[in-house]
C-alpha cells in the first residue's frame, strides 16, 4: 500500500508561483508513473500532468502547458509540480496519483492540497 501525502498549496497572487509536492510512504514509487490532477469547485477532476518511472518523459493538459514542470526524486520519493505564472483559473484542489501497473489506471491517491490563485 502506498501512502500519498502532498504540500505546498496555499494563496498566491496571479502571476506567482508555487511547488508543489508529493511524498509517497509505505513503499517506493520509484516503478509507478506518477500523475497530477486537480478538481475546482463545481466542477469535474482534470489531469494536469504525468511523469513517467524514469522521468524522461512527461506530459501536460493544454492549459498548463509551459507554464507547469513536472519532475520526480525517486531517491526522495517525491514528485513534484512546479507551477508558474498561476491564473485565477489554476484554482482548485491539486491531487497525486500513482499508477502501479503502467496502464493508465491511477491506484493511489493523496488527499490534496488547495491552490487559490487571487486576481
Known amino acids: 500500500q502506498v501512502e500519498l501525502t502532498e504540500s505546498g498549496g496555499g494563496l498566491v497572487q496571479a502571476g506567482g508561483s508555487l511547488r508543489l509536492s508529493c511524498a509517497a510512504s509505505?513503499?517506493?514509487?520509484?516503478?509507478?508513473?506518477m500523475g497530477w490532477f486537480r478538481q475546482a469547485p463545481g466542477k469535474e477532476r482534470e489531469y494536469v500532468a504525468v511523469i513517467s518511472v524514469s522521468g524522461d518523459s512527461t506530459s501536460y493538459a493544454n492549459a498548463v502547458k509551459g507554464r507547469f514542470t513536472i519532475s520526480r526524486d525517486n531517491g526522495k520519493n517525491t514528485v513534484y509540480l512546479q507551477m508558474k505564472s498561476l491564473k485565477s483559473e489554476d484554482t482548485a484542489v491539486y491531487y497525486c496519483a500513482a499508477d502501479r501497473d503502467g496502464n493508465w489506471q491511477y491506484d493511489y491517491w493523496g488527499q490534496g492540497t488547495q491552490v487559490t490563485v487571487s486576481s
Open positions: 509505505g513503499r517506493t514509487i520509484s516503478s509507478y508513473a
